[in-house]
């Protein structure tokens, strides 16, 4: 168990409303990542964290936004959600930059 | 933008053959990573390779980093269907301060019993 929990699991949106993804680690790591998952692409990062408020856009950043208030919570948030965002949403945890990734059971998100 | 390149995209075989699967890229990197990630879950690591030329054996699984740290394989001997998910490759390239990781499309493996 690498102790990433992300909630919801599955969720089906409308286009154009907000939706919040969470993702809680209970093993005090310093850097969390979202990735979203989608055929042929591989992981592609959204945002990443490297300690609380301090947060940074990745590569596919647009349309979406994070916080983390605190070191255990990291919120991504989709503004306005579009077809577009159809995927699989995974968080990622590493104690220290050149460790391994711990990732959450991901959650899939339909936007309709 | 720095590319990992797995080779192949998809692979099916039977129980007890050998394969190979591939990573590659034009960028040197810092190190490598292997992961094998199954339906409905998200991605765990088997590996990390760090010196250029490095090989690791873990039980079938035999992971080489290239010589000048831009490219990896995985090589299963006796392919069993438990070996059956998605294998990824990752890394942070050489210089960059984040050590964010650049990910691979993945080699989708079947094994049939």
């Known amino acids: 168990d690498a102790g990433i929990t992300q909630s919801p699991r599955h969720k089906v949106t409308e286009t154009g409303t907000p939706v919040t993804l969470r993702c809680h680690q209970t093993e005090n790591h310093r850097y969390m990542y979202w990735y979203r998952q989608d055929p042929g692409h591989g992981l592609r990062l959204i945002h990443y964290?490297?300690?609380?408020?301090?947060?940074d856009k990745g590569e596919v950043s647009d349309g979406y936004s994070v916080s983390r208030s605190k070191t255990e919570d990291f919120l991504l948030t989709l503004e306005s959600a579009t077809s577009s965002q159809t995927s699989v949403y995974f968080c990622?945890?590493?104690?220290?930059?050149?460790?391994?990734?711990?990732f959450g059971q991901g959650t899939r998100l339909t936007v309709v | 933008t720095q590319l990992l390149e797995q080779s192949p995209q998809f692979l099916s075989i039977q129980e007890g053959e050998n394969l190979t699967v591939y990573c590659n890229s034009s960028s040197v990197f810092s190190s490598l990573q292997w992961y094998r990630q199954e339906p409905g879950e998200g991605p765990v690591l088997l590996v990390t390779v760090v010196t250029g030329g490095e090989v690791k054996k873990l039980k079938r699984l035999t992971f080489q980093f290239g010589d000048a740290r831009k490219d990896s394989s995985l090589h299963i001997t006796a392919a069993q269907p438990g070996d059956t998910g998605l294998y990824l490759c990752a890394g942070p390239p050489q210089g960059d301060s984040n050590y964010q990781l650049i990910w691979g499309a993945g080699t989708k493996l079947i094994i049939k019993p």
């Open positions: 964290s490297y300690g609380v408020k301090d947060t």
């Open positions: 990622a945890a590493r104690l220290q930059q050149l460790t391994e990734a711990f």
